[in-house]
């Protein structure tokens, strides 16, 4: 695998603006297959502050999980090209480019100081070992501490994220907890070194609502308690309006939109950002006959052209989206788009109004002229 090597850190203004917790610039990821060329991530820049919670959102195949997993390093496929830089400060506030440092200090960090809460709990704990020792291996490998000491601190976070009697179920095995309970073991292991980053990939994802709510809440509360920033990537809009504080809309590998969570869900820019809005049932309203859908499917990552990724299935597209759009906007709301910024809500309000017609629910004539 090619990883970029050149790694200059980002400049310190003289002001008293505090630095981002993580600082992603311009992320490309490749993949070389029989094919052709993939590119699964092409161009992702974004910032995640101190103590915040940011919500990546997008379908399936958007480039969520790859994104985050190259910063962790996890992508280790030979064909695999990743160019770009991640600078990740620390608690000891020194500048480090992830994707430039040396695999050993790149273990020190993971765990330590950048934790992750992958998708499927059951395939992530190993079964052959009870999951207190497996939470205790953790602290062991970051901090010099005896085997009770770790095995003690493994039942305290087991009890802080609402697991009962944590001192019997550390010495259970993963099969021995339902689908909830092993998510919360995985989010007791990523905090049990008190990370400064902490990375849920869809961790709500196959679970009741009742426990997903009770998950969310838990991230929400141990984030506040330990202050830890946390990058929540999920395809779930109305999880990200309970949690997040700044959203990133990705399609295509690409940013579509990005901005605070209220001015995207309130006054959003992208018509892909219009799409996934829509598609989220409405509980204040009246009942509609169904709900819209955004036409087509995402496209192959080896068919992305050099334009808009969105425009094959947006209704709107003219001749300008033949070019790629870039991110444009206003201060720290923006979108890659090139529909006048002016006539953009009008636009998605005639949408809307023409997806819900029972007689022509695709009839768009008027919208896009």
Not at 46 to 61: D, N, Y
Not at 247 to 253: F, I, P, Q, R, T
């Amino acid at each position: 695998m090619r990883w970029s090597t050149s790694s200059t850190p980002p400049s310190t203004p003289g002001c008293a603006v505090p630095e981002p917790i993580l600082d992603v610039r311009d992320l490309t990821v490749r993949f070389r297959t029989r094919r052709g060329i993939v590119t699964a991530v092409d161009g992702l820049s974004f910032t995640v502050a101190q103590g915040e919670v940011l919500g990546i959102v997008g379908e399936s195949g958007s480039g969520k999980s790859v994104s985050m997993m190259t910063l962790m390093r996890l992508i280790r496929d030979p064909n695999a090209s990743v160019t770009g830089h991640a600078y990740f400060r620390g608690r000891d506030l020194e500048v480090r480019d992830l994707l430039a440092l040396p695999e050993s200090e790149m273990r020190g960090l993971c765990g330590r100081e950048i934790a992750m809460i992958f998708q499927d709990p059951m395939t992530s704990l190993t079964p052959v070992y009870t999951v207190g020792w497996q939470i205790a291996e953790q602290v062991r490998a970051h901090e010099r501490v005896t085997k009770k000491a770790a095995l003690d601190r493994a039942a305290g976070m087991l009890g802080e994220v609402g697991i009962p009697d944590p001192a019997r179920r550390i010495h259970q095995y993963p099969h021995e907890f339902s689908g909830g309970m092993r998510q919360r073991v995985m989010i007791a292991m990523a905090l049990t070194c008190n990370p400064a980053l902490l990375i849920a990939d869809e961790p709500t994802t196959a679970l009741d609502v009742t426990t997903q709510a009770q998950i969310l809440d838990l991230i929400r509360r141990l984030q506040a308690a330990h202050g830890s920033s946390v990058i929540l990537i999920t395809h779930d809009m109305g999880v990200v309006s309970e949690i997040a504080d700044r959203v990133l809309v990705m399609y295509a590998g690409r940013v579509a939109e990005q901005g605070p969570k209220s001015a995207v869900f309130h006054r959003p820019q992208h018509p892909y950002t219009w799409g996934l809005l829509s598609s989220v049932p409405n509980t204040r309203g009246g009942r509609v006959r169904r709900l819209p859908v955004i036409p087509g499917a995402p496209p192959s990552p080896l068919e992305i052209a050099e334009s808009c990724a969105f425009g094959p299935r947006c209704r709107l597209r003219h001749d300008a989206c033949a070019v790629r759009p870039a991110l444009g906007g206003t201060g720290d709301h923006v979108d890659a788009c090139w529909l006048p910024r002016d006539d953009r809500q009008q636009l998605r309000l005639q949408i809307a109004q023409a997806a819900v017609r029972r007689d022509q629910p695709d009839d768009l004539e008027g919208a896009t002229q």
